[in-house]
């Protein structure tokens, strides 16, 4: 979910704000998080943003900045998980032409880039203890030196982080600094999980389908009240990323008038009939409900690119030599 963003005009209410900024949701725990960004927007201290995978950390880190004073500077976002020890100063601080072998020019490091603006850092549990050092050194002053420099500069930037790990714990482990740990969380925000946000998951769907089906030119059929009923009682383990990918498939691959529960790719009724013999074992349950899954995935999805594998693949997102693969595994279209 990671879109580019136009600044709210002035005098919007708030709920039509932050849909702008793609943070949709009715449910009292959602309104609550909401809340909580706005009033923090304008504090321009460290945030801490802590949430499961799916439930739209970046979409929060990015409201934080754009109804922020910062809003007209850059929102640049990190992740922390691809940055290397041995680059580590490069990438953060930038350097200077011929500060090491392959340093043609001079280049500017992501704090330069962020300049005025807001520096977001993605899955903080991911940072190596270097490059949890190098950051709290930096923290503590917002000054930095670029490789190969000789002089400190001064960074005005916002710094937030996000993080679905339990990092108390890993600080209990030693696995996390505690003062970088305090840098980052001065304020903290909570995106709730799908499953406490009572009807926002047929909202959201609705939204998905509708943006889909005007992005790829495909009608946007009404939801079957037993569908509706289904949204509800799914525990939306990948939360509002997982609603998203759902509602893709819909609009891609459903050609009825309307959509009915059985459209769900057939993964419902194969947990289902897997989880109804008792004498399976988990292991064996679960396996003939994925590959009951893939088969009618990739069977719907050949379908209606008539057989085309390269564009199949573009739209589910795989390899194509992964997906002929999984079409070979289940002998389809042979």
């Known amino acids: 979910m990671k879109h580019e963003i136009t600044v709210p005009s002035q005098g919007l209410k708030s709920s039509e704000t932050f849909a702008r900024l793609n943070l949709l949701g009715e449910s009292r725990a959602f309104l609550g998080a ?8 304008e504090v321009d201290a460290g945030v801490l943003i802590l949430g499961e995978t799916g439930t739209g950390k970046e979409l929060a880190a990015r409201a934080l900045h754009y109804l922020s004073p910062r809003r007209d500077f850059g929102f640049v976002p990190v992740n922390c998980g691809a940055l290397p020890d041995s680059l580590l100063e490069s990438e953060l601080f930038g350097h200077e032409q011929g500060a090491f072998t392959d340093a043609k020019r001079a280049n500017r490091g992501l704090i330069a880039q962020a300049e005025g603006g807001t520096l977001f850092f993605d899955e903080i549990e991911t940072m190596t203890l270097r490059a949890q ?19 400190m500069r001064p960074a005005n930037i916002r710094v937030i982080a996000a ?3 339990d990092m108390e714990q890993m600080v209990r ?11 980052f969380g001065v304020l903290r925000v909570t995106m709730p999980a799908l499953r406490d946000r ?40 990948g939360n509002v990323r997982e609603v998203e990918n759902f509602a893709l498939q819909q609009i891609l ?5 309307c959509i009915e529960i059985g459209a769900w790719a057939g993964t419902a009724a194969a947990t289902d009939s897997a989880a109804a013999d008792p004498a399976l074992c988990f292991r064996s349950a679960k396996a003939i409900a994925v590959a009951q899954f893939e088969r009618n995935y990739i069977r719907r999805l050949l379908d209606m690119t008539g057989g085309n594998v390269s564009e199949a693949a573009k739209i589910c997102g795989k390899d194509r030599s992964t997906l002929n693969k999984l079409v070979r595994k289940h002998g389809i279209g042979g």
């Open 133 to 151: 050092v190098v950051l709290l050194r930096f923290l503590q002053d917002h000054q930095y030196r670029p490789v190969g420099g000789h002089l």
């Open 253 to 257: 691959l459903d050609d009825s008038a």
């Open 198 to 237: 009572e009807d926002d998951a047929v909202l959201i769907t609705k939204y998905f389908r509708s943006r889909f089906a005007a992005q790829y030119r495909r009608p946007a059929s009404p939801l079957d009240p037993g569908m509706i009923a289904r949204l509800r009682a799914y525990n939306w383990p």
């Open 173 to 183: 482990r030693g696995e996390f600094r505690s003062d970088l740990l305090f840098r």
């Open 163 to 165: 993080t679905n790990a």
């Open 34 to 41: 909401l809340r909580r960004i706005e009033r923090i927007a």
